[in-house]
């Protein structure tokens, strides 16, 4: 089944103690992108990449690394986690470049919803 | 730096009405991406358009690049097409997305 997986679902952890979110894909996709979704500000874009080892930072990359080593995961890093990370995050991919001409659509994962005491 | 309205922000309907959610944003972009977010968090992905018209089912996603807008329409609206529809604009020249803030919309039986 085609699919976007995120790991955890749901963490607590505490200030300063660094996490990783992981992604993964089997769809053999080019795009990947990190969002964090919060009440009254929807989503916001972390991070992207559009292929393996090419990444760029989309709109709120503070606080956050990502990499891209092999193509079927993404993982995002946030070395010292601060309480303004609580939030619920998703991950999405896609087959190519979103404005590459061909407009793919994304798939999106299920969402990890962290908070951060 | 492009900013993206939604409206409106909520909506009820009955079910059977025809349902148009609006989308404008502020600076020429690439391509216009619809999302319906589920009661329960799930996101899908239902149209990237550059220009035109793309249908599919009872969803139709229009943009106008002159003025800045797009628009969702849902006919024959049924209780299940309740959710969080979401408007994103792709920036020229990169892969990065501006989100509108979304429009609930509610069907009632």
């Known amino acids: 089944e085609a699919q976007v997986t995120q790991n955890p679902r749901y963490l607590i952890t505490v200030t300063g103690k660094k996490l990783t979110v992981t992604c993964s894909q089997n769809m053999n996709h080019e795009y990947m992108s990190w969002y964090r979704q919060d009440p009254g500000l929807g989503l916001r874009q972390i991070y992207y990449s559009m292929n393996v080892e090419v990444t760029d930072k989309g709109d709120v990359p503070e606080g956050y690394k990502v990499s891209r080593k092999e193509k079927r995961n993404f993982p995002l890093i946030l070395e010292s986690p601060s309480p303004n990370q609580t939030s619920l995050y998703f991950c999405?991919?896609?087959?190519?470049?979103?404005?590459?001409?061909?407009?793919?659509?994304?798939?999106f994962g299920p969402g990890t919803r962290l908070t951060v005491t | 730096k492009n900013e993206v309205e939604q409206s409106p922000q909520n909506l009820t309907a009955q079910e059977g009405e025809f349902i148009t959610i609006n989308c404008s944003y502020s600076?020429?972009?690439?391509?216009l991406h619809w999302l319906q977010q589920h009661p329960g968090g799930g996101i899908v992905s239902l149209f990237m358009l550059s220009s035109g018209k793309k249908k599919h089912g009872r969803l139709i996603a229009t943009i106008n690049i002159q003025e800045k807008h797009s628009s969702l329409h849902i006919t024959a609206s049924h209780p299940r097409d309740s959710a969080v529809y979401i408007c994103?604009?792709?920036?020229?020249?990169?892969?990065?997305?501006?989100f509108g803030t979304g429009t609930r919309l509610t069907i009632i039986p």
């Open positions: 600076v020429g972009i690439s391509a």
């Open positions: 999405a991919s896609s087959l190519s470049p979103l404005g590459q001409g061909v407009t793919y659509e994304q798939y």
């Open positions: 994103a604009s792709l920036n020229f020249g990169n892969e990065k997305l501006t």
